[in-house]
């Protein structure tokens, strides 16, 4: 048997309860963003990005501090772009610094190899 009024009393508190769910987890999805820049900051020092990408390893920082800040002072949506920008700018510094290495180990082959060369060419023929 339906009852018609207990369905929509329920549709009501359903969505009273997701817009509530919503509400209290903007915080908690700061919280979790601020985690994964945390990471993604910390990733890129690993990475020597403060000596090949020390700007953007900076500025990932500085972005992380600032959701920090939002964080407590309860602006959750600035806090959470901020904390998305860190991690962005993180992840940058830590690409560059991979590059900045692979040009490096690039360059110390391509020596190797004319250094080789050299060697062979001064070979005597037999």
């Not at 990932?60 to 959701?67: M, P, R, S």
Request: with cysteine; charged share 30%.
């Amino acid at each position: 048997m339906k009852y018609p009024g207990r369905t929509s009393g329920h549709l009501t508190a359903m969505v009273l309860a997701c817009l509530l769910a919503g509400c209290a987890g903007d915080g908690s999805l700061l919280a979790e963003k601020i985690k994964v820049g945390e990471s993604a900051v910390v990733a890129a020092r690993e990475s020597s990005a403060s000596v090949s990408a020390a700007a953007e390893l900076k500025s990932a920082e500085e972005k992380l501090t600032a959701a920090r800040a939002a964080e407590v002072e309860k602006e959750y949506d600035a806090g959470v772009r901020l904390a998305e920008e860190a991690q962005v700018d993180a992840d940058y510094a830590r690409a560059r610094a991979t590059a900045s290495k692979a040009r490096k180990t690039a360059e110390e082959l391509r020596a190797n190899v004319k250094a080789l060369k050299k060697e062979v060419e001064s070979m005597p023929l037999q």
